[in-house]
């Protein structure tokens, strides 16, 4: 504040409204919030800050002041019980409603203005920031509201909507969880002029996930940093080692869009990048370089490591934020995606599912019982699912079921009866599963039952889903390579020649996918005179996938427009009929080739068409379960009014917790509708983040990228054939087919993770099959071969090296594809 004198000599006291940048240094958090103060402590020290000024926190203050405001806020925020979302909830919107209908005092009004037209500047970014005692101020980073491209004419009504940030629903849980509800918190607003960035991102002078102290990672991508930042893009990383100063690696990312500022508006609009310009290096070395200096030279003067965010405009950087990194494992608790990454080490991981929801997972089975029971590693399946409406990832580590696949191996080998013993289980538990799925998909079972009955019922099928599942595990990964080293390590005279061999032929009588035998199963229901809403019901788990289940009506329309032909006795005799003359024919060449095989191979013949058999005939098994517990879940929300598509989003144990957990904890779990993520980590315990959808696919994806292989030539990839054969074709990179299923053209290849059921329609337009994983058992394999596609699997990086629109030669014969033609 400062003194000022008027008419008659009164003295007027003047409270301190706004500070330029240069007047502020980083022991001013308290009147200029954590962000305000770091802007003006960098501007101070030389660095390159756009221009701006701060409105201070008592400008706020004022404002409360002569609204007569705090009076009431306090009473409605005393009432708040943080562990009820829907309390927080409430005073959120009353509160804020309160502040934005309050007038702004006149004098606030003018110093605002008049410092926004020293600027200069047609459009500034508009950014609260919180202040409080006894707390960091970096810690609010991400909890209040930015304003970007604003101008004159909504500069005010945004600095009230930052004003009225410090009361969201997320910043008030904050408070609370942070045990500041009862300490004094304004907020300060930000006003800095916008630069219109060529390429911008985000940067840490210490590196996040490996916690090097001695690198630093810098992202970058074109246009504003809002599309870095929001996750809706992935950067390039680039990472540095400070001492000696060296990039050591370097990530580049195809960037498709951007987002810019419309060129006479305050709007941003999302804008396509050329191919040729969004795949190559966002920053040249040198331009790393240089930044990398500036990072320094940050944190150096803070004498902390940092998170920046930069922007690129006309060969200069600015510094558009710095705060602490709050992520290091000293000072903070870590995030769930840490978390997951740390448990994971050094482990590989399966393609991530797309379109998942924790529902299919239903993330509260004892893995460790089950994986304890029926292997020697007794640690639990590591599992994080991220997900956000029906736009679901979940990541899967494949380096466990990798050591399980060789540990079954091993002891087959030694002796046949592990194997038969554990099919047995097997075919045990599969029995529990289809009587506890018949029952509840009868008629008026559900109906009723008493819910603690169908929570029984519930609980009985996790159990036999989960024992057989763990059972069949070692069946979902078992490659050539694998094979090959396996039969080396236990003395086998087998050698890759013959291996070839076998690998081609030993795996044909069993290659039928779960499609043909759903169409075999669904022939004979017509021949036992089934009619088409019988089979709906019985076949409900046909339309059971990731993120959706059918209902029996959806499942009987698609199965009867699918195979109405069927309805005709005739038609079914001579379906059965081909299918039974083929498999007559496969087996007797089959049989003919099977007696030429040593007692060795024949050996190796039977593991290898166990392991297939398995591969798929746990999908069915799995789909049911997910039936089974749906159809419960149904009748509980129906009773508690709750809607039905947030199914997807509860918990196995949440639904059987039944009517009264759903009604007290129904607000929620609904948020989970706008982002949540499901971590499932070495001790079995399940936790959860909202509104971390988007940060954590991000931040998991990068890492999973950067462990693989660098050090290929981009012009061959090399994996092996899943189906022979050879063609050439133009890449369609499909890896969610929800969402990219529309650019696929009949006759392109298609490339990506791994493909499952709802691939099956692509893959029939397709021309060729090219994945990053996969072994015989893969779903890619058996429907190529089916199909009569080429098919080339494991490859690794595919999807990374490969893009839309690159021409090249898929041979099969050979597992190698070669890059013709690049796309324009």
């Known amino acids: 504040m400062f003194v000022k004198k008027v008419n008659n000599d009164k003295i007027r006291i003047i409270m301190e409204m706004i500070r330029d940048f240069k007047k502020i240094t980083r022991s001013d958090a308290s009147i200029a919030g954590g962000k305000g103060a770091s802007l003006g402590e960098m501007t101070s020290a030389g660095i390159f800050v756009p221009p701006g000024f701060v409105v201070l926190s008592a400008a706020f203050d004022k404002f409360l002041e002569n609204s007569d405001l705090n009076v009431e806020i306090d009473s409605i925020l005393h009432a708040v019980n943080h562990k009820e979302m829907r309390t927080v909830e409430n005073a959120s919107e009353r509160i804020k409603d309160l502040i934005l209908k309050a007038p702004i005092p006149q004098d606030i009004k003018e110093e605002i203005t008049k410092e926004f037209k020293k600027l200069k500047s047609q459009f500034v970014a508009v950014r609260s920031s919180a202040t409080a005692e006894d707390s960091s101020s970096a810690a609010w980073a991400g909890q209040l509201d930015t304003f970007l491209n604003t101008t004159e004419k909504t500069l005010l009504v945004n600095v009230q909507k930052c004003w009225a940030s410090l009361f969201t629903p997320r910043a008030i849980f904050y408070r609370f969880e942070k045990g500041l509800h009862n300490s004094k918190i304004s907020v300060a607003v930000v006003i800095q002029k916008m630069i219109e960035s060529e390429v911008s991102g985000i940067a840490f002078s210490v590196h996040p996930v490996t916690q090097d102290r001695n690198q630093m990672i810098i992202e970058a991508g074109y246009g504003l940093g809002e599309a870095i930042v929001s996750g809706q893009i992935t950067p390039d990383s680039y990472v540095i080692e400070k001492n000696p100063r060296r990039i050591i690696d370097k990530n580049i990312s195809l960037q498709e869009r951007g987002i810019y500022r419309k060129p006479k508006e305050g709007d941003n609009e999302w804008q396509t990048i050329p191919q040729d310009k969004g795949e190559k290096q966002k920053l040249t070395d040198g331009q790393i370089l240089e930044l990398s200096e500036l990072i320094l030279k940050i944190e150096n003067h803070y004498g902390f490591p940092v998170d920046i965010e930069w922007a690129f405009e006309n060969d200069k950087f600015y510094i558009t934020q710095s705060r602490p990194i709050t992520t290091l494992k000293i000072n903070t608790r870590e995030t769930l995606a840490d978390k997951f990454i740390a448990a994971l080490g050094n482990q590989e991981m399966f393609p991530p599912v797309h379109n998942s929801t924790i529902f299919v997972q239903t993330s509260g089975g004892d893995m460790e019982k089950y994986y304890g029971k029926n292997y020697s590693d007794k640690t639990t399946f590591p599992l994080l699912i991220t997900a956000k409406k029906n736009d679901g990832i979940m990541f899967v580590p494949f380096t466990k079921i990798k050591k399980i696949s060789e540990e079954l191996f091993k002891l087959f080998w030694r002796d046949e009866k592990t194997l038969v013993e554990r099919l047995k289980k097997y075919k045990k538990q599969t029995r529990v599963i289809d009587q506890i799925y018949s029952k509840i ?60 061999i076998i690998w081609k032929k030993g795996i044909t009588p069993v290659s039928k996918s779960f499609e043909k035998n759903r169409e075999l199963h669904l022939l004979k229901l017509l021949e036992h005179k089934k009619n088409w809403q019988e089979i709906g019901t ?8 990731y993120n959706k289940i059918s209902s029996p009506k959806e ?39 099977l007696a030429i095989l040593s007692p060795e191979e024949k050996k190796l013949v039977r593991y290898l068409q166990a392991i297939i058999e398995l591969r798929d005939d746990r999908k069915d098994y799995l789909a049911k379960f997910f039936v089974a517990v749906f159809k419960i879940a149904q009748k509980l929300f129906r ?50 983040e909202y509104g971390t959808f988007e940060d954590t696919k991000t931040k998991l994806e990068h890492f999973f990228i950067s462990q693989q292989n660098k050090e290929v030539d981009t012009r061959i990839i090399n994996g092996q054939s899943g189906s022979h054969g050879k063609i050439q074709g133009i890449v369609r990179v499909v890896m969610n087919t929800e969402k990219e299923s529309s650019k696929f053209n009949k006759g392109d290849v298609l490339v990506t993770g791994m493909t499952r059921p709802e691939f099956v329609p692509l893959m029939k337009k397709s021309s060729a099959i090219i994945t990053n994983e996969g072994g015989i058992t893969c779903h890619a394999a058996i429907i190529s071969r089916e199909l009569g596609k080429p098919c080339i699997i494991g490859t690794k990086i595919a999807t990374k090296v490969l893009h839309d629109g690159d021409l090249v030669e898929v041979d099969a014969d050979n597992g190698v594809v070669r890059i013709l033609e690049r796309a324009k």
Not at 664 to 680: C, M, P, Q, S
Request: hydrophobic share 35%; net charge positive.
């Open 555 to 593: 499942v009987e329309n698609e199965l009867k427009g699918k195979f109405a032909r069927f309805e005709k006795k005739e038609e079914r005799k001579k379906i059965i009929e081909k299918r039974k003359t083929e498999k007559e024919k496969i087996i007797s060449e089959y049989n003919t080739w």
């Open 441 to 500: 998909t009868s008629r008026n079972f559900v109906e009723r039952e008493k819910f603690s009955n169908l929570a029984q019922c519930a609980e009985q099928i996790r159990a036999a889903s989960w024992e057989m599942d763990t059972l069949a595990s070692f069946s979902l990964y078992f490659d050539k390579e694998m094979c090959i080293r396996l039969l080396d390590k236990v003395g086998s005279k087998i050698d890759k020649k013959q291996l070839d």
């Open 538 to 545: 019985e076949c409900q788990y046909f339309g059971a996938n």
């Open 639 to 688: 009773e508690a009014n709750i809607d039905e598509k947030l199914i997807y989003f509860y918990m196995f144990d949440e639904i059987i917790k039944g009517r009264n957990y759903l009604l007290k904890n129904k607000i929620a779990l609904e948020n989970r509708l706008n982002g949540f993520t499901a971590f499932l980590n070495y001790n079995g315990a399940v936790e959860i």
